[in-house]
T-cell receptor
Framework: QQQVKQSPQSLIVQKGGISIINCAYE??????FPWYQQFPGKGPALLIA?????SEKKEGRFTISFNKSAKQFSLHIMDSQPGDSATYFC????????FGKGTKLSVIP | GAGVSQTPSNKVTEKGKYVELRCDPI?????LYWYRQSLGQGPEFLIY????????DSGLPNDRFFAVRPEGSVSTLKIQRTERGDSAVYLC?????????????FGEGSRLTVL
């Protein structure tokens, strides 16, 4: 049973554009929702995270929007740059995390 | 080192063989996690330790998989009678304490290929 569904599978955005990745979860007990960024051959690295008591969190060019009633959350990358090209994973959980399948983002100049 | 260290970085073995994968967490981190990442998939939880004890091993797929952390620092993931389906990148992560902040520090992984 896939508990965290992520879309799209891949995304191509022009430099300067907005990248949007969506996730949906099923388990209402989840209380922590991080996004991880992974470059080829590297381990995932925490990008930004949110708790369900807030609807939005912004850190620099990265924003998480969270909709508790819909059990959905999304990552927005403003002013996308070629260096943002990577695979992004949403995750949800508490002490252990359930990850989505990932979104491969390509930012073209 | 400053980060989570995993060895070997690559391991090729034959079906039926025994494999050990090692994880050296960030110094002082008490919580340690193992995840498995198959090609094109997100990391899948296997087990986590708080100190020396396994706090949750519900993600281990079957009894061929076992992990230890005898002194509360380095951990070893052991796979017996390997199968081709075990081929994946095995990721280790650590955090300063057992926490629900989700801030895991991952290593670069050990890529296991079972022929």
């Amino acid at each position: 049973q896939q508990q965290v569904k992520q879309s799209p599978q891949s995304l191509i955005v022009q430099k300067g554009g907005i990248s949007i990745i969506n996730c949906a979860y099923e388990n209402t007990a989840f209380d922590y929702f991080p996004w991880y960024q992974q470059f080829p051959g590297k381990g995932p690295a925490l990008l930004i995270a949110i708790r369900p008591d807030v609807s939005e969190k912004k850190e620099g060019r990265f924003t998480i929007s969270f909709n508790k009633s819909a059990k959905q959350f999304s990552l927005h990358i403003m002013d996308s740059q070629p260096g943002d090209s990577a695979t992004y994973f949403c995750a949800a959980g508490s002490y252990q995390l359930t990850f989505g399948k990932g979104t491969k983002l390509s930012v073209i100049p | 080192g400053a980060g989570v260290s995993q060895t070997p970085s690559n391991k090729v073995t034959e079906k039926g063989k025994y494999v050990e994968l090692r994880c050296d967490p960030i110094s002082g981190h008490t919580a340690l996690y193992w995840y498995r990442q198959s090609l094109g998939q997100g990391p899948e939880f296997l087990i986590y330790f708080q100190g020396t004890g396994a706090a949750d091993d519900s993600g281990l797929p079957n009894d061929r998989f076992f992990a230890v952390r005898p002194e509360g620092s380095v951990s070893t993931l052991k796979i017996q009678r390997t199968e081709r389906g075990d081929s994946a990148v095995y990721l280790c992560a650590s955090s300063p304490q057992l926490t629900n902040t989700g801030e895991l520090f991952f290593g670069e992984g050990s890529r296991l290929t079972v022929l």
